[in-house]
């Protein structure tokens, strides 16, 4: 029961992400709900690597035993999207700097909605 | 060890590589001048397509043959029989998508010359360009799921940046805005699903997935999840509300690339359903109390309500619309509605036994409708954009009497009001036929309300056409001349490119859209390329 | 913004070497511990946030310029590819180098022999051919790219808003 922990957090992170996207209308709101669903998603990728009484994946010369350690390729997947996450972010929170010096509100059904 | 035969062979990697080395000399080069910015950019593209033709015709001489390129290794497979390294696959899909995306570079590329001239941050524009040419190039070559999620994300965040290009007006940044939550999103779903398939299966590669995948539980959650992310990037109802306001607030030649980039996630989809999920399709029986439901006419139906849905709402919403650019985004929202109904025809009869002519056919009208697709529908954004070039107004109320001082913008506009709504002898006639034959079979309903909704189309484009072109002359638009030599030139390059399919189509079918049909069915060959026998 | 008080300024002067030191040893061992170069690089770039956040974007700017970081940002991505490229571009110069597209053409071979070493020192940085090459190349363009991120968007928030129809 207490390895299935990991995974009911996962969904409930994405959950939570999912409602905040929905049906927040505060532009940082938004912003942070899909760095929730990132953190979840994240949280899944890393929790498949892991096999019971394992130890880390480093190579220590004689005294390492490849079959003990747990699986290095999930490392590698979360790492790229942690990454691809940070230039996301990046770039929404610039739109959003934008966004307040024009219509000075972050308040998302007061905006882009002018006459074309 | 001919210089030929070796470009052949690296060409997968070389078609990727090079407008990434490109976008990252950009800034570098423009430091310098800013025409060699420009030449130096058409060099790059030019370069790509001399490697994407090559490839094309290597793989059209032999009926079936894939090409496999490994990245850094020369086996597919190692000792213990894991396939490690990432691969890319290209086949007649692959390449079919890749032609579509070389025309529409090049023709970007030309037109954003003069286009965008008075615009300042260039080197910034050019060097996103490059990376979303790059980026699609990718996504639609690849042959491992997490190298097609990172493609996905690259193409994502380019063209969210370019969007957003002109960011002295507010709506153009809140389309990017809104654009950007959508994508990440649906693509965080599409990262959800792999690693759901990754975690049972242990493998990220196309093939490997292939033949090792069982139709348990959680595998029907991560198609479903699947299905839905890439939807949400190719604007399918009711995902669609970011499409309008992005592709009618970007530049133009921003536009044309973004129509690409929707059908990419598109043929993302078809790549898993058919291929990755190929062989449990057809023989997987649901039991619901006691009646056995065949699994893909289920999926077949679902995905046919939605494309009647987007039809519809496609059309309609394009009916009361004011703007040029928005009514021409609407259009494009109904022409992927058309794809999908073709598709999802396709799904419920392509794998039973009984009737297999139908559902290839409708397969070939689907396919051969997202070149015809992209084509027009680019056509009309490049022809809005040279209006808002000429006369900087973009509503309809506003405009009139234009082809006096304009004249071929006019003729294109012509051209590709006949290909969108399907009269010929433009393209846009031959594969609507088709896919009005095919669905007739599957069921009449579905084909009556596809030529209803085309006629309205029809009607759409030539109350656009009247009230902008025709009509007396207007005292505001006297000095307004003819757009610049370079935009004529992308816009009479795609107009000729329609003008040839639609006066050949049967040459068009058999050379380049029946293999791709083929490599579509066929994926007990796309698996046995790579760990070489099932 | 303007800069924090004399206290912030004196331990951000102690505290931003060792950051910068760790950060760089993050990058180099990336074949051996964990790390490599976008870890690394988020070490350093978030050391140089605190130097933004201490002194006060005024004086960071005066010292930085932005085109100063673009170079230095294509510098690290053209190192990155070159060295992909190179994968198939060795074989020109010595003919037993065959390889694909971002192949690893510093290990199992005898030309160069400094790059050879496996077995004995293996905890050395010159072990794992190519990849500490990459390591710094992608190192440099990370800790160019975000604190170019970061000054940016310190520079935007003193800029006046711009009323738009």
């Known amino acids: 029961m207490i390895y299935n922990i990991p995974y009911i957090a996962v969904v409930a992170l994405i959950l939570i992400g999912l409602y905040a996207v929905i049906f927040k209308r505060n532009l940082i709101k938004i912003v942070i709900g899909i760095t929730l669903i990132e953190s979840g998603v994240n949280l899944f990728l890393i929790t498949l690597a892991f096999r019971e009484g394992s130890i880390a994946p480093i190579y220590r010369g004689s005294g390492s035993n490849p079959l003990n350690m747990s699986l290095p390729v999930p490392h590698a997947l979360t790492l790229t999207s942690i990454v691809i996450g940070v230039a996301v972010l990046a770039l929404m929170l610039s739109l959003i700097i934008h966004i307040y010096k024009h219509y000075n509100t972050l308040d998302v059904s007061k905006i882009g909605r002018e006459k074309e | 060890m001919n210089l030929i035969d070796d470009l052949i062979f690296h060409s997968p990697a070389l078609i990727v590589a090079i407008p990434l080395l490109g976008a990252f000399l950009t800034p570098l080069v423009s430091k310098i001048n800013d025409k060699l910015r420009n030449v130096f950019v058409i060099f790059i593209v030019f370069l790509t397509s001399f490697f994407v033709l090559l490839l094309a015709n290597d793989i059209y001489s032999v009926c079936g043959k894939i090409h496999t390129y490994v990245f850094g290794g020369s086996a597919a497979v190692t000792q213990g029989g894991y396939a490690i390294r990432i691969l890319f696959e290209v086949d007649g899909l692959n390449i079919f998508m890749a032609l579509i995306t070389t025309i529409l570079a090049i023709a970007g590329v030309i037109y954003s010359w003069s286009f965008m001239k008075e615009n300042t941050g260039l080197d910034k524009y050019y060097t996103l360009y490059l990376l979303m040419i790059a980026g699609m190039f990718g996504m639609i070559l690849t042959g491992d799921m997490f190298n097609f999620f990172v493609f996905l994300e690259i193409t994502s965040i380019s063209s969210c940046a370019l969007i ?61 999840v699947l299905v839905t992310g890439l939807a949400m990037k190719a604007g399918i109802v009711p995902m669609h509300m970011w499409l309008p306001d992005a592709y009618g607030r970007a530049p133009s030649s921003v536009t044309l690339i973004l129509v690409g980039v929707t059908q990419a996630s598109l043929y993302g989809a078809l790549r898993m359903i058919f291929t990755v999920y190929g062989n449990n399709l057809s023989n997987t029986l649901n039991q619901i109390g006691d009646v056995n439901i065949d699994l893909n006419l289920l999926l077949g139906i679902f995905i046919v309500a939605l494309a009647l849905l987007t039809i519809f709402i496609g059309v309609l919403m394009a009916l009361k619309e004011n703007n040029f650019k928005r009514m021409i985004a609407f259009a494009a929202v109904a022409e992927i509605g058309y794809m999908i109904l073709a598709i999802g025809a396709a799904l419920t009869t392509v794998f039973s036994t009984t009737d297999t002519g139908t559902g290839v056919m409708a397969l070939k009208g689907g396919i051969f409708h997202i070149l015809n697709d992209a084509l027009d529908v680019g056509l009309l954004f490049l022809v809005a954009g040279a209006v808002y070039y000429a006369t900087k107004e973009t509503s309809l109320n506003r405009l009139g009497g234009l082809a006096r001082n304009m004249k071929y913008t006019t003729i294109f506009f012509l051209i590709g009001l006949l290909a969108v709504s399907g009269m010929p002898p433009m393209n846009g006639f031959a594969s609507k036929l088709i896919i009005y034959e095919s669905t007739y079979q599957v069921n009449p309903i579905l084909s009556i309300i596809a030529i209803l909704c085309s006629i309205l189309l029809l009607a759409v484009f030539v109350k656009v056409f009247h009230s902008a072109f025709l009509g007396p002359k207007q005292s505001r638009f006297d000095d307004v001349k003819e757009v610049p030599k370079s935009m004529l030139l992308a816009m009479g390059i795609i107009a000729c490119i329609i003008i040839f399919i639609g006066l050949f189509p049967n040459l068009v079918i058999d050379n380049i859209v029946q293999p791709a049909v083929n490599a579509l069915t066929n994926h007990s060959n796309y698996i046995s390329n790579v760990i070489g026998g099932i | 913004m303007s800069g924090m008080s004399r206290i912030v300024k004196t331990v951000t002067n102690v505290a931003f070497p060792i950051v910068m030191i760790y950060g760089l040893y993050v990058i180099a061992h990336g074949h051996l511990t964990p790390g490599g170069g976008f870890q690394g690089g988020a070490v350093v770039a978030s050391g140089l946030a605190m130097l933004l956040v201490a002194y006060g974007s005024v004086w960071t700017m005066g010292k930085v310029k932005e085109k100063q970081l673009s170079v230095l940002e294509s510098l690290g991505a053209i190192g990155f590819i070159g060295l992909a490229f190179l994968g198939i571009l060795m074989v020109f110069v010595y003919t037993s180098f065959q390889g694909n597209f971002f192949n690893n053409f510093l290990i199992n071979q005898d030309k160069i022999p400094i790059f050879n070493e496996i077995g004995e020192g293996f905890a050395n940085i010159n072990t794992a051919g190519v990849i500490p090459l990459m390591n710094f190349a992608v190192g440099l363009k990370v800790i160019a790219g975000l604190f170019a991120i970061v000054l940016v968007m310190a520079y935007a928030t003193r800029l006046k808003g711009v009323k738009q129809k």
């Not at chain 2, 590669?205 to 595998?219: E, G, T």
């Open chain 2, 164 to 224: 957003a290009f002109w960011t002295n007006k507010g709506k153009a940044v809140d389309a990017g805005f809104k654009y950007i939550v959508v994508s990440a999103t649906g693509a965080l779903f599409v990262l959800f699903a792999i690693a759901i398939l990754y975690g049972q299966y242990n493998a990220l590669n196309m093939a490997v997935l292939a033949s090792k995948i069982q139709f348990s539980f959680l595998d029907k959650i991560a198609l479903v």
